[in-house]
């Protein structure tokens, strides 16, 4: 570059040097060409105002320090110098005389007594249009630099006009820092020195450069000889050729996210304009859209061929070369030698010895009828300098061999493709994890419960990232009772999911406790407050009573269910009390009685389902209740209809659909018995003889011996340790036997370990040993203890003591 008197085919270099307060201490003749400002009037200035410039053309998405106009970097620069980092970009910029101006700039920070910034600038507007688009600021250590000492000498040519001390302050930082020079799609550096500025030699740089994102054989014909004269001419047309080409490749891929779409969107590019056949394979990890490979590859790792491409003959090379085969390539080959050093192998002709030689590496594999007389040339697909796959590339006989230029093109091929393809990566491995996420957190329900059926239907939504915080429920009781849930988390994504599983282990834990409707709500909507989360949340939370044969219901803000009557197959949306949704705070929750009979479904959903664009929520819930009295022949295809009336695909609907169906059988009068006891040890007795007999009237004979062994223990322990006057004794028969022993103590009861000559808990260690389940909870009188037993087992018991 030239910094004084311009001299035709040089491009003036400004530098700039800023002290502490921001204000210009030197200032070159190149300066006062590009901006229009004479040294006078530019020393004690502030730089911002002389040189503004703005916001970066062509970002470089690859290099964290660019993006930003030299004004904007100034603003952010260390006071001091010290401990900043250089940077470089393009952008427009205001001179005086010529207006608005393209500026190619690089930027240092100082540490020195009174100097704070090193500021480079050079006009771009001389290079050609081709070169200058392909060119970026940046820098790279010296000695990475062909001719690099003798480069470290020449520094100070490019700094005039200062002190040696200055000077030699400023070099030293610049060396350690990085020589700026211009970058041609990352793969040529020209070093910015005072020859540098020949238009003529930066552009024929940079043509030569521009080859690295081009991908298109020459423009003559194979073997035919060009005119020298039109060499240039002729080189510059394969550029031109080879950027059109890889414009079109970059925009034929990656068109989705579909992983599989893009593995053949990425082979299919290269033929037959660059290649004649073309082999994709990808590591095990990549094509399973699991997380990032680790590690290096080696003799070990398995890859897959996942798409072939050629222009031979349809099925030539299914059997040499199948897609979907799985192998791990041997080390003395060109395949291994890409994926481990992650750079292009090119052999310009594959003769018959290497064909051999490559052949005999691969067991009960005969390549050579593919390779032999080919040129060969491997590509790495790379993302964050990891190897992802490798591309096989080869052209027949007869055709122009690859070469260097094609190398290069066949890189840059390989990058576009390598980050396309890791996005896909990257998406299906998304996902994968939202799907797992989501199945993790979506209950495992039993379709059969006491007294109740259930069926349920998950759909996640078709947003990026698919999770959603739409959720289900069924929740076992005390008393053959059934709690029935359906919540929507508002907002989506892994927030969302997040919260709804906080919320809706908080509803298994205080179902468990067997609150009233109402009050679980009113608790949930408290921690929701206490969680600090700014979400709300939509619940409705039903208690399903076979034996009363009615639903207790307290609703959030949920949609309505929907009840289908078995009487007359009539559906009506039950009117409830309508509560603000959990995370309002401060608001009361009501509960209402619905009475129910045998047959009857209750259809209860998240408003995903009912809910489309642009259309009123009442039209998806006649729907909803319209498809809801569909006859049906078994729950799943109940559920069935409903998705496939109100799911119509037609894309209107974004958000998961969360479906509950429970048909509502009730348990038969004659299924159950109750008793009254007294709070007297005789009692014992009466209870062991009441069980006998309504288990011999229900044909449960064998049943007896453990139930009356479970019911004397846990009418002990109420007799015992409670001053109740009064106790209950309930049987309920289901597939298991229900037993129940309520008194009026509020006090639950533990179960404690086993001490040494004690007594106390005695009991209770028995039902837990013989007992298929067993709990205690309160109640609005007091407590119940229950068990459960398996009337399986009782019967085979009872056939061994027979």
């Given amino acids: 570059m030239h910094h004084g008197t311009p001299v035709p085919g040089r491009i003036p270099l400004a530098v700039v040097v800023v002290g502490s307060a921001g204000l210009v201490t030197h200032w070159s003749t190149g300066a006062r060409r590009l901006f229009g400002y004479d040294r006078d009037e530019a020393v004690g200035a502030p730089a911002s105002d002389l040189m503004p410039i703005g916001g970066a053309l062509h970002e470089d998405p690859d290099d964290g320090h660019r993006g930003t106009g030299l004004d904007d970097w100034l603003g952010r620069a260390p006071a001091d110098g010290a401990g900043g980092y ?20 690089w930027a240092y920070p100082l540490a020195g007594p009174e100097e704070r910034l090193l500021v480079l600038a050079a006009d771009a507007e001389p290079l050609h249009s081709t070169a200058r688009d392909q060119v970026f600021p ?17 520094l100070p040519d490019i700094l005039p006009g200062m002190g040696p001390a200055l000077s030699g302050r400023i070099v030293s930082q610049v060396l350690e820092l990085g020589y700026p020079v211009l970058e041609f799609s990352h793969h040529q550096r020209i070093p910015v020195t005072p020859d540098w500025g020949t238009p003529k030699y930066a552009e024929r740089a940079a043509r030569r450069a521009a080859l690295t994102a081009t991908a298109v054989p020459r423009a003559q014909a194979p073997g035919a000889p060009a005119d020298p004269a039109d060499a240039p001419d002729l080189e510059y047309a394969a550029v031109r050729e080879r950027l059109e080409f890889l414009n079109e490749v ?63 003959e349809p099925g030539r090379w299914d059997d040499t070369v199948p897609v979907g085969e799985a192998i791990a ?35 009960k594999r005969d390549l050579r009828p593919l390779i032999n007389g080919r040129s060969m040339l491997v590509v790495p697909l790379k993302a964050r300098n990891v190897v992802l796959g490798f591309m096989v590339l080869m052209r027949r006989d007869g055709r122009t061999p690859f070469d260097d230029m094609d190398r290069t093109t066949g890189a840059e091929l390989a990058a576009r493709a390598g980050l396309v393809l890791d996005n896909a990566r990257m998406y299906t491995y998304q996902e994968n994890v939202a799907d797992t996420l989501q199945d993790s957190m979506l209950p495992q ?43 929507d988390v508002m907002g989506h994504g892994l927030n969302s999911a997040a919260m709804m599983g906080q919320l809706r282990t908080a509803v298994q834990t205080m179902a468990a406790l067997d609150l009233p409707p109402e009050q679980l709500l009113r608790n949930l909507d408290d921690l929701a407050q206490r969680l600090g989360e700014h979400y709300l949340a939509t619940c409705l939370y039903a208690v399903y009573d076979p034996i009363r044969s009615e639903l207790r219901i307290a609703n959030a803000g949920h949609i309505p269910p929907v009840l289908v009557r078995a009487a007359d197959g009539r559906s009506v949306l039950l009117d409830l009390p309508t509560g603000a949704p959990i995370g309002v705070g401060g608001v009361a929750f009501e509960a209402a009685t619905v009475p129910v009979a045998p047959g009857d479904r209750l259809v209860l959903c998240t408003d995903g389902l009912v809910e489309v664009r642009g259309q009123d929520i009442g039209a998806g819930l006649a729907a909803l209740c319209e498809s809801a009295a569909h006859p049906a022949a078994s729950m799943d295809d109940a559920c069935d209809t409903i998705i496939r009336a109100l799911n119509t695909g037609d894309g209107g609907r974004k958000d998961d659909v969360a479906l509950l169906m429970a048909r509502l059988n009730g348990i038969p009068a004659e299924h159950t018995a109750a008793w009254e006891l007294e709070r007297a040890p005789a009692e014992v007795r009466r209870a062991r003889r009441l069980v006998r007999g309504q288990l011999a009237e229900w044909g449960l004979e064998a049943a007896a011996p453990t139930a009356e062994v479970l019911v004397s223990e846990l009418v002990t322990n109420a007799v015992r ?9 309930r049987l309920v028969r289901t597939d298991v036997l229900l037993c129940e022993v309520t008194d009026e103590d509020h006090t639950l009861p533990a179960l404690l370990g086993p001490g040494l000559g004690e007594e106390s808990g005695r009991g209770l260690r028995v039902v837990s040993g013989l007992a298929r389940e067993w709990g205690a909870s309160h109640t609005g009188r007091g407590k119940a203890v229950w068990f459960e037993q398996s009337l399986v087992s009782a019967a085979r018991s009872g056939s061994n003591v027979r």
């Fill in 721 to 729: 340790h409670t001053e109740s006057r009064r106790l209950g004794l």
């Fill in 138 to 154: 940046g820098f790279a250590p010296h000695t990475a630099l062909p001719g690099g000492e003798d480069l470290a000498d020449r």
């Fill in 445 to 487: 329900l039993t379709p059969r419960m006491a007294g109740c059926d259930t069926a349920t239907r998950y759909l996640p939504g078709t947003r990026l990232g698919r999770v959603g915080g739409d959720w289900f429920d069924s929740i076992k009781l005390p008393g053959s009772r059934t709690a029935l849930v359906v919540g």
């Fill in 250 to 312: 970059s925009g034929g891929i990656g068109t989705s996210l579909d992983l599989a779409r893009t593995i053949r969107e990425v082979t299919s590019a290269a033929v037959p304009r660059f290649t004649d056949f073309a082999g994709t394979h990808l590591r095990a990890a990549v094509l399973a859209g699991e997380g990032f490979p680790d590690g290096p590859p080696d003799v070990t790792t398995v890859w897959h061929r996942v798409w072939v491409e050629h222009n031979d």
């Fill in 329 to 363: 390539f041997p080390e003395h080959t060109p395949f291994f030698q890409c994926m481990v050093t992650g750079e292009p192998v090119l052999i310009p002709r594959i003769g018959e010895e290497l064909a051999n030689r490559i052949s005999g590496q691969f067991e």
């Fill in 86 to 105: 250089p940077s470089a970009g393009r952008a427009r910029s205001h001179s005086l005389e010529r207006g608005s101006v393209e500026v190619l700039w």
